[in-house]
């Protein structure tokens, strides 16, 4: 008891003593060195696209560590430089003279320019850059692949900058000399891997291979419009700490026979048209990791849905223009982490399960265009988080519930070409959502409900 009574006002004492050690423990102050090359990187800057106003953000009279978007290390050299989303143009030159960095971030700017004439071989402590969505374009540099520390490189989606600033031209990265294989035979640290919309067609088949060869640490791989041919490779299973796997929009074709094995270490998969056809090995969709399935848009792709257990991980199944059929299992019910399910363009028949729309966090449910799919609304509790509901193009029946009025959330609403019959609920004038059938309801903020052609509705 006593020694408790004085433990009590120690463990005080020292936690202040801490507190105050850590308030007053000296900030990193920068160093010269580093000071100027980021005064003459902001007088190269420009905050727009058309190099009319400066990039003005680093007062001078300050201590340079402290400025936004820049961290130094305790010797005061700057490691770290973060300057995404400033609608930054003009030249960056001056980066490369901080030799200490760590890490780079020049995401979201507008800098529309090839990467060429940089040298980012003087920067070898680089452990992750960062130049997607800004308006690069051109072919990759060598010296990236003289990064040898790089833990995550992303060169992604410069088309949204350009799309961005309504450009109507889009110019790419590309990766042909030197190609994938010479980028990253030197990467092996790399976790995290985003080259989509790089133009990397010229690489053929043997993508797959390097790729899963070389960058054995790799958690995230993602290629998406990249010009990639198929088939995709077994080898892809060496890589066993894989997590996010996003492919879309290359014509893969083909998977491998032990595709299985590869995703069943994959939280993420993503093969958005892939001219992917014949059986789709749906027991992917019951691997215990797997929350985000993407294989919509593989018109050939066949597969009918299995028995879900409860403990499945699902949060987002979009199977939207596959040629998917059979009925839809009850078990789907089992689904309690859902919150986006896409089987739209299908053909699925027989009764849908209609306690799908209250699981607890659905919030996007879209059937549509599944002609054969027959179902009944449910009454929706007040609490339901339904934000999206598509049933257009079914063979849904039955009466709308006055209790589509407790859809709070309900932003867009499509029920045309169903066979409802009975009237509109009145509670739909509840939602804040605009009705453009012209049925005399509408009201609210310009999102959209198509109840048109809901030929039975009177
Ligand atoms: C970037 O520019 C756009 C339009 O030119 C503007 O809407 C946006 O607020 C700007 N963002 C920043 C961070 O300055
Ligand atoms: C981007 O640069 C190209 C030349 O490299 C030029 O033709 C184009 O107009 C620029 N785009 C914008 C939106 O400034
Ligand atoms: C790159 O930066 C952007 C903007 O900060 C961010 O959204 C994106 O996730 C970053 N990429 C990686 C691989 O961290
Ligand atoms: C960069 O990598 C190339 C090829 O691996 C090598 O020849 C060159 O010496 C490296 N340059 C530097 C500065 O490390
Ligand atoms: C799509 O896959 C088929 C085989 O199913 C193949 O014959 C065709 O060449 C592929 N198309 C493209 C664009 O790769
Ligand atoms: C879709 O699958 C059915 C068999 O279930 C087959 O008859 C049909 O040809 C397939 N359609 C396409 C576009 O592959
Ligand atoms: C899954 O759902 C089915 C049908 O709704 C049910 O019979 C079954 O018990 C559920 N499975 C588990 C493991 O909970
Ligand atoms: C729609 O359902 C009705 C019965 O409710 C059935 O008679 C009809 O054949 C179904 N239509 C289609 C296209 O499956
Ligand atoms: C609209 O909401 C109010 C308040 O929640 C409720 O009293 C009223 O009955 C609702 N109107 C309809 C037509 O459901």
Redesign the pocket.
Known sequence: MKTLCCLIPLLFLLSCFLSLSQTHLPKPYCLDDQRSPLLQLQTHLYSDFTFSSKFEVWDPNIDCCSWEGVSCDSLGHVIGLDLSYKNLSGSFHSIFDLHHLHRLNLAGNNFNTTLLSYGFDKIPHLTHLNLSNSCFHGQIPMEISNLTRLVSLDLSHQDDCYSRNDAFDYYYLKLEKPNLKTLIKNLKFLTELYLDEVDISSESSKWCETTSLVLSNLQVLSLSWCGLEGPLCPSLSRLSFLSKLVLDYNPISYLPPNFLEISSRLVSLSLMDCNLSSHFPTEILLLPKIQSIDISYNGRLEGQLP?????NALRSLSLSATNFSGSI???I??LTHLVNLDLSENHFSGHF?RKVFLLPKIQSTDISDNERLEGQLTEFPSNNALRSLSLSYTNFSGKLPESIGNLKFLTDLTLSRCNFVGSIPSSIANLSIVLNCGCGLCRGCGRSVAVADAADVT
């Open positions: 028995e879900f257990p409860s403990n299992p009850s078990s019910e089992n399960p």
